[in-house]
C-alpha cells in the first residue's frame, strides 16, 4: 500500500515541481513582453519623432495616434505595476525549489522501501513538508496545472 501512495504523491509533486516552473516562465515572459512595450511605446511617444511629423504634415491625426499611443503605454505601465509579475515569478521559483525538495526526499524514499526498511516516519515528515510547502506556494494557474497533470497521468 506504502508503494501506492508514494507513486501517487511522486507525481502530483513532479506537477507541482514542474508545474510552478513553468509559471515562472510563463510570468516572466509576460513581465518582458509588458517591459519591452512600455519602454518602446514610451520613447517613441516621448522622442521629437512625433513632434517632427506634426509638424510636417500638421494635421490632427498624428496628435490623436500620440495620445493614443501615451494612452496604451501608460495602462501597460500601470497593469504591469498592478500583476506584479516580478514578485509572481519569485514566488513560483520559490515553490519550484521547494517541491522539488520534497520531491527528492520522497524518491530517496522510494529507494529505501525498496529493502524493507520502516518508512511511516519518513511519510510523515515528506508530508508535514509538502504541506508546508503548499501552504507557502502561489496558486498554479489551472491552464499549467491541468495539461501536466494530465500528460503525467498518461505516463502512468
Known amino acids: 500500500m506504502k508503494e501506492g501512495v508514494m507513486d501517487e504523491w511522486l507525481h502530483a509533486l513532479e506537477v507541482?515541481?514542474?508545474g510552478h516552473h513553468k509559471a515562472a516562465s510563463y510570468y516572466s515572459k509576460?513581465?518582458?513582453w509588458m517591459g519591452i512595450s512600455v519602454i518602446v511605446i514610451s520613447?517613441?511617444?516621448?522622442?521629437?519623432?512625433?513632434?517632427?511629423?506634426?509638424e510636417i504634415y500638421t494635421v490632427a491625426y498624428v496628435e490623436l495616434i500620440a495620445g493614443i499611443l501615451s494612452f496604451i503605454a501608460a495602462s501597460l505601465a500601470g497593469i504591469q505595476t498592478f500583476l506584479n509579475l516580478e514578485s509572481r515569478i519569485q514566488k513560483h521559483h520559490s515553490a519550484a525549489a521547494g517541491f522539488g525538495?520534497?520531491?527528492?526526499?520522497?524518491?530517496q524514499l522510494v529507494h529505501l522501501s525498496l529493502h524493507d526498511v520502516d518508512i511511516q516516519e519518513k511519510l510523515d515528515e515528506i508530508r508535514s513538508s509538502w504541506d508546508e510547502?503548499?501552504?507557502n506556494a502561489?496558486?498554479?494557474?489551472?491552464?499549467?496545472?491541468?495539461?501536466?497533470?494530465?500528460?503525467?497521468?498518461?505516463?502512468?
Do not use: C
Open 16 to 18: 507541482m515541481h514542474i
Open 30 to 32: 509576460w513581465h518582458i
Open 43 to 54: 520613447t517613441f511617444v516621448g522622442t521629437s519623432i512625433i513632434t517632427s511629423v506634426a
Open 101 to 107: 525538495k520534497v520531491r527528492r526526499q520522497l524518491e
Open 133 to 135: 510547502v503548499l501552504g
Open 138 to 156: 502561489p496558486n498554479l494557474p489551472a491552464h499549467i496545472h491541468d495539461p501536466l497533470k494530465a500528460e503525467k497521468k498518461k505516463d502512468q
